[in-house]
């Protein structure tokens, strides 16, 4: 009996660490910040997707995990501008799970860096996030999009760093699930995965 419970508690040992060093929270090809980060190419050119996405209200089309987005300011700033603020809402009611962003920086055609802040009914939080959407031209008729999440300056404690690996499996899914409803909507066709509350 011992024994077995030996090697169970090897095996669960095993396996965290194993879930723990593959979790996809690592060093960038773009930078040398640690984040998780999901790209893909779209039969689309890179201008097309960049207007998609710079409306908040697309979201509702190609998110699973956001019902909906808010802008809070734009009345001041453009949606999708720096300067931006928006408030993410994961449920259409505006109960639950919610996030407040401010676009930071934006290079037209390029990139989008936006803070995470205000994190509500979240099991975890951390502060100092930022994500970025980067699109890079293929072909005239094709680009890369990548969705990635990391902390500001690279700049996070053991804590913080245990709870994105933890959590990082969930984000790069839904990194990948958005793009591929992205994917399907740019190229003419349904999204492929529905949102869920």
């Known amino acids: 009996m011992k024994k077995t419970f030996k090697i169970a508690l090897l095996i669960l040992v095993a396996g965290l660490l194993a879930a723990y060093f593959l979790a996809p ?9 640690k984040s998780v980060e999901y790209s893909m ?42 300067g931006s603020k928006r408030r993410c809402f994961c449920r259409e009611d505006e109960t639950g ?4 962003e401010q676009i930071l920086s934006v290079q037209q055609d390029s990139f989008r860096t936006i803070s995470i802040e205000n994190m509500v009914k979240f099991p975890m939080t951390a502060n100092h996030l930022e994500t970025q959407q980067i699109y890079k031209s293929i072909s005239e ?9 990391y902390y500001i300056g690279n700049n996070f404690s053991f804590w913080d760093g245990l709870k994105t690996r933890a959590a990082a499996y969930t984000i790069q899914s839904i990194f990948r699930r958005n793009l591929e409803n992205m994917k399907e909507i740019l190229e003419g066709r349904k999204r492929k995965y529905e949102w869920k509350e």
Do not use: M
């Open 41 to 82: 190419q779209i039969n689309v050119s890179r201008d097309s997707a960049w207007k998609y996405l710079s409306n908040s209200n697309s979201a509702r089309e190609w998110s699973v995990f956001v019902h909906h987005i808010s802008t809070l300011n734009a009345t001041e700033v453009p949606d999708g501008k720096p």
């Open 141 to 149: 008729n094709k680009c890369e999009i990548t969705l990635r999440l």
């Open 97 to 100: 799970r919610r996030w407040d």
């Open 25 to 33: 929270f690592g060093k960038s090809g773009i930078d040398d910040k």
